[in-house]
């Protein structure tokens, strides 16, 4: 079974809007980390969250954790048809030896 | 600076077979994790090698089995192949030493059982 589970589980915008994709995990995590995948290829790591941050910012991603609600979310601003691709956070679970737990991912489709 | 590599790209085999497949991490790392990703869902994991050992191990039955060799490369065997066992198979390598922990995912081989 996952721990995380990703919502919406697919989104559709137009290039130039923003992107927003959250993320629910069930136990105590040292981090969590996005990563991207395209087409069923490897997964790109995107950015990592430890777990007493609160946001992150890596270009045009913003990514926010809140260990209260055992959440976070990934802002993509200004997406580009580039960006489209399924999403997925994975959770490094404390105790669980850097064994990663992932979502069932986000397919987001940016249209030109 | 070369990233993870795995091969081979593409497998086909048939219920009840065996296969190999493989994996060597990014240049400086020394923990290989194996994933298995069924279609339309998140990667799920299966184990998880350092210094030659299986370190962590997830729910995932016997017929699976791993190795890592002293140049920290690794491979993951399935016996008795199922149907079931199609899928996308990434590796990912880590620094166990490092504090971030990020794990850095190769292209995959995509297991087609018949």
């Known amino acids: 079974s996952q721990q995380g589970e990703e919502d919406p589980q697919a989104l559709s915008i137009q290039e130039g809007e923003n992107a927003t994709m959250n993320c629910s995990y069930k136990?105590?995590?040292?981090?969590l980390q996005w990563y991207r995948q395209n087409s069923g290829r490897g997964l790109v790591h995107l950015i990592l969250?430890?777990?007493?941050?609160r946001e992150k910012h890596s270009g045009r991603l913003r990514v926010t954790l809140d260990t209260s609600k055992k959440s976070s979310s990934l802002l993509i601003t200004a997406s580009r048809a580039a960006d489209t691709a399924s999403y997925f956070c994975?959770?490094?679970?404390?105790?669980?030896?850097?064994?990663?737990?992932f979502g069932g991912g986000t397919r987001l489709m940016v249209k030109p | 600076d070369a990233g993870v590599t795995q091969s081979p790209t593409h497998l086909i085999k048939t219920r009840g077979q065996q296969v190999t497949l493989r994996c060597s991490p990014k240049?400086?790392?020394?923990?290989v994790s194996w994933y298995q990703q069924a279609l339309g869902q998140g990667p799920q994991f299966i184990f998880q090698?350092?210094?030659?050992?299986?370190?962590q191990r997830g729910n995932f039955p016997d017929r699976f089995s791993g190795h890592q060799f002293p140049n920290y490369s690794s491979e993951l065997n399935v016996n008795a192949l199922l149907l079931g066992d199609s899928a996308l198979y990434l590796c990912?390598?880590?620094?166990?030493?490092?504090?971030?922990?990020?794990?850095?995912f190769g292209p995959g081989t995509r297991l087609t059982v018949l």
């Open positions: 136990t105590s995590i040292n981090n």
């Open positions: 969250i430890r777990s007493n941050e």
């Open positions: 240049s400086g790392h020394d923990t």
């Open positions: 090698y350092y210094e030659e050992e299986e370190r």
């Open positions: 994975a959770t490094d679970g404390i105790g669980a030896g850097n064994m990663l737990t």
């Open positions: 990912a390598s880590s620094l166990v030493s490092a504090r971030a922990d990020t794990q850095y």
